[in-house]
């Protein structure tokens, strides 16, 4: 039904009204999806730049809960067991090709494990040879930053259970791969024990104004279908088109 304003007449079809309001409606939900995302990412990032100034934490032998512990700084004790070591293919570092090297570390005082990512080597001429890496013998003091790898990442292919190369770190698998009881977080290692491996950490990438900067985009792109929807149906009406006055 059309509405009138004065000299002004506002008659939008159905079809052009209901194509509008969805899409007004798919524009403002991802806006808001995409200020969730930079919620998120800003609340990470507190806790990141929180863990990085706290004092390090001990690592128990007992079982642990990852969030008392993810992008703290962490101290353990124990020995490593190489026999479980594998190796993160395409790694890069400087431009260069290499692999993260992980491998458990049995902790002092119990019988579980956490998995160490002791940094990165490069890869040799050959790809069917991985690179020797010397594992530090006896009880070592470890100090890293905790983190929690994805549980779920896509791989062209199926991982070998055989293999010690892997495209990504996934601790169920790992779990079942190795038979060890393992922490449910791993350490990016910090201190140097002699490996010859480099290791240069690097805060993640949040993007959080990029999140910001969409958000403002999907709101502008509501708010301009809606002001076209009502400038292309608002008419104005000549002389002639108004209605008579009742008497």
Not at 136 to 156: N, T
Request: hydrophobic fraction near 40%; charge should be positive.
């Amino acid at each position: 039904m059309p509405l009138r304003f004065g000299r002004w007449r506002f008659s939008p079809g159905i079809v052009t009204t209901v194509a509008a309001a969805l899409f007004i409606a798919l524009t403002v939900a991802l806006g808001n999806w995409q200020v969730r995302r930079a919620a998120e990412k800003t609340e990470l990032r507190e806790r990141i730049d929180a863990g990085a100034s706290a004092p390090p934490q001990r690592l128990p032998p007992s079982v642990v809960n990852a969030a008392d512990y993810v992008w703290r700084h962490v101290e353990v004790r124990g020995t490593f067991d190489d026999e479980h070591t594998i190796y993160l293919d395409n790694r890069i570092n400087a431009g260069r090709v290499g692999y993260d090297v992980i491998t458990p570390l049995r902790i002092e005082g119990g019988a579980r494990c956490v998995l160490v990512n002791r940094g990165w080597v490069a890869a040799g001429p050959s790809r069917a040879e991985l690179p020797v890496v010397p594992v530090p013998r006896g009880e070592q003091a470890v100090a890293g930053i905790a983190i929690v790898p994805p549980s779920k990442v896509f791989e062209l292919g199926e991982q070998s259970p055989s293999s010690r190369v892997w495209q990504n770190l996934i601790l169920e698998r790992y779990a079942r791969w190795s038979g060890l009881d393992i922490e449910p977080v791993v350490l990016q290692q910090t201190n140097d024990t002699g490996d010859g491996l480099e290791r240069h950490w690097h805060r993640p990438d949040l993007n959080v104004e990029r999140h910001q900067a969409y958000a403002g985009q999907w709101y502008s792109l509501a708010a301009l279908t809606f002001i076209l929807y009502v400038a292309l149906n608002l008419k104005r009406q000549s002389g002639d088109e108004r209605p008579p006055r009742q008497a």
